[in-house]
């Protein structure tokens, strides 16, 4: 089945640095993946939809500026957060529809997340 | 905006029983919803999806079924094994595959 590999599992960081996650789809290509950010015991949040060669679309209340998300290739996305802080301790989880042509309907596969933490 | 929700927020049975999680949505304009269990740091697995004109839908000792006018969907699980134990999630897609997902139902099985 489709494989959505999220990389890495785990970071540690300094206040102030910037951290980069990469969402790769293994098996299949990917226009549209979508990152989703998870609070401890809160559900998952929607916060922007990476397009490949395109611009991505944030959420609402999301700063683009600082959650840069770039979707080089249609196997790759990546999410970097700049000058972290320690209020940006959290899940971090991507995913992608199993299908290059997103219908409303295309099944989703998500990586196994980024836990971030940053002192 | 569509709001998630589930019931109960977490839930503790012994082996072998029949359960029963509850999801309900405010929006019924959506395009199908999805079941999804999590274990502790990790990511989602997808168990289920339903799409919109769809009633219900079954893998193994899963069911689940949607009530789209009403807003409800209700996940069953058979003959419960601890290895079910895990946090599971339902999710609505609206327009463009966005996900709105619930706050979860932390399910322990226990020996």
């Known amino acids: 089945g489709a494989v959505v590999s999220q990389h890495p599992s785990r970071v540690i960081c300094k206040s102030g640095t910037s951290v980069k996650i990469e969402c790769r789809s293994l098996?299949?290509?990917?226009?549209?993946m979508f990152w989703y950010r998870q609070f401890p015991k809160q559900s998952l949040m929607l916060m922007a939809t990476?397009?490949?060669?395109?611009?991505?679309?944030?959420e609402q209340g999301v700063e683009k500026d600082k959650f840069l998300i770039n979707h080089a290739s249609l196997t790759l996305s990546t999410l970097t957060v700049t000058s972290a802080h320690p209020e940006d301790s959290s899940f971090y989880i991507c995913?992608?529809?199993?299908?290059?042509?997103?219908?409303?309907?295309?099944?989703?596969?998500f990586g196994n997340g980024t836990r971030l933490t940053v002192t | 905006k569509q709001e998630v929700t589930q019931i109960p927020a977490a839930l503790s049975v012994p082996e072998g029983e029949n359960l029963v999680l509850n999801c309900s949505f405010t929006?019924?304009?959506?395009?199908?919803l999805q079941w999804f269990r999590q274990d502790p740091g990790k990511g989602l697995t997808s168990l289920l999806l339903?799409?919109?004109?769809?009633r219900e839908q079954t893998s193994g000792r899963l069911n689940a079924s949607l009530d789209k006018s009403s807003g409800r969907s209700t996940l069953y699980i058979a003959a419960s094994q601890p290895g079910d134990s895990a946090t599971y999630l339902c999710?609505?897609?609206?327009?463009?595959?966005?996900?709105?997902f619930g706050t979860g139902t932390q399910l322990k099985v226990e020996l």
């Open positions: 098996d299949f290509q990917a226009t549209t």
């Open positions: 339903i799409q919109s004109s769809q």
């Open positions: 929006d019924s304009a959506i395009y199908n």
């Open positions: 995913s992608a529809p199993g299908t290059i042509a997103v219908s409303n309907n295309s099944p989703l596969h």
């Open positions: 999710a609505v897609a609206g327009g463009g595959n966005k996900l709105t």
């Open positions: 990476s397009n490949e060669g395109s611009k991505a679309t944030y």
